[in-house]
């Protein structure tokens, strides 16, 4: 068995932050191995120094840990490599990431999206970037390999090819809201026999409402559905219920808040929502709210504002002497 997993909660000891991964191995155990038992430190470490940021210092710091993970493990000298799917939740935001052929399929109100691309030798844009490196791809027996070896593209390790297949993840962050069901992390081992709808359709009714007993058995039943259609590699399959994590952190003493931004004829523009430490009241809290709205107008092209230096009695008044009439409606939420 080469495939590894991870499912921490409380990553760093911060309760408000939580890491799930599986790492699919290949020429052994040993990076798979490896990166399971440190990948976890690694990005506690990486997320602490952007604590605070945003999605783009978010992905910057969940990029430095795959890299880093890469380059402690090739200093051991050892054989072999591994793909990798995380998912880091963080503040009612999720943070997928991959490199190789582990994915994860997000259940959203019962439609399929998945939210990596596999990193294979068989796409395009990868075996451009491989020759455009010197290296080459061909076809051996209908399946493509990079130096005529590795048929996936990216992942932790394989150092006699590490020219090529590089550690550079992939990475995309949404926010959870309410149509975000539970999200699948899985090896190619199932992804080769289960394609993403049917995976959904077959997890779902086990995991909408339903207690860890019956999640596990969806994953169960994932494992033995790719197995009965022939399926010889090692499976992995991890479910995370997005809903019930977003009431734990609710229930750690988080609270909600939201902004939606609107034009004079109250036309939709944007909304931003984050988790924060409840304020002592609710003023405060909507304050906040308002703040973070404001920061999302600026950052989409608004006119300037200097939210942080204005007290909440006069934002509403400030927005309202903007060019266009903009109007910022905070709303606190139950979390």
Not at 105 to 134: K, M, P, W
Not at 169 to 179: A, C, F, G, K, S
Not at 237 to 253: D, R
Request: charged fraction near 25%; glycine fraction near 10%; hydrophobic fraction near 40%.
């Amino acid at each position: 068995m080469e495939d590894r997993h991870v499912a921490q909660v409380a990553l760093g000891g911060d309760p408000q932050v939580a890491l799930f991964a599986v790492f699919d191995g290949h020429g052994g155990k040993n990076a798979a191995e490896f990166a399971a038992q440190n990948m976890p430190k690694f990005m506690a470490e990486e997320v602490r120094k952007v604590e605070g940021g945003d999605s783009d210092e978010i992905e910057g710091a969940v990029k430095k840990c795959y890299l880093r993970t890469d380059e402690e493990f090739l200093k051991r000298e050892e054989s072999g490599g591994a793909c990798c799917v995380t998912a880091l939740l963080q503040k009612g935001g999720l943070t997928v990431s991959n490199t190789g052929d582990c994915r994860a399929v997000l259940s959203r109100a019962g439609t399929a999206e998945a939210l990596t691309s596999d990193h294979r030798a068989s796409r395009e844009d990868e075996r451009e970037r491989i020759e455009n490196l010197g290296g080459f791809v061909v076809n051996n027996r209908g399946t493509w390999r990079v130096q005529g070896s590795l048929a996936v593209s990216r992942g932790i390790g394989d150092a006699h090819l590490k020219q090529w297949v590089v550690a550079d993840p992939d990475t995309r962050t949404l926010l959870v809201d309410p149509q975000c069901e539970f999200l699948v992390l899985a090896s190619d081992g199932l992804w080769d026999k289960v394609d993403n709808q049917e995976a959904i359709d077959i997890a779902r009714p086990l995991c909408i409402g339903n207690d860890k007993v019956s999640r596990m058995a969806a994953c169960r039943r994932l494992v033995e559905t790719a197995g009965s259609r022939g399926s010889t590699d090692d499976i992995s399959v991890l479910i995370i219920q997005l809903q019930k994590f977003s009431a734990f952190f609710a229930h750690e003493g988080i609270g909600a808040t939201a902004a939606i931004l609107r034009d004079n004829k109250g036309n939709f523009i944007a909304s931003h929502c984050k988790f924060i430490a409840i304020a002592a009241d609710a003023v405060t809290t909507e304050a906040m709210a308002m703040r973070d709205g404001l920061l999302l107008a600026n950052s989409l092209g608004f006119n300037r504002v200097e939210s942080e230096s204005i007290p909440f009695k006069s934002l509403i008044s400030t927005l309202d002497k903007q060019d266009g009439g903009m109007e910022l409606q905070p709303y606190l939420l139950n979390a």
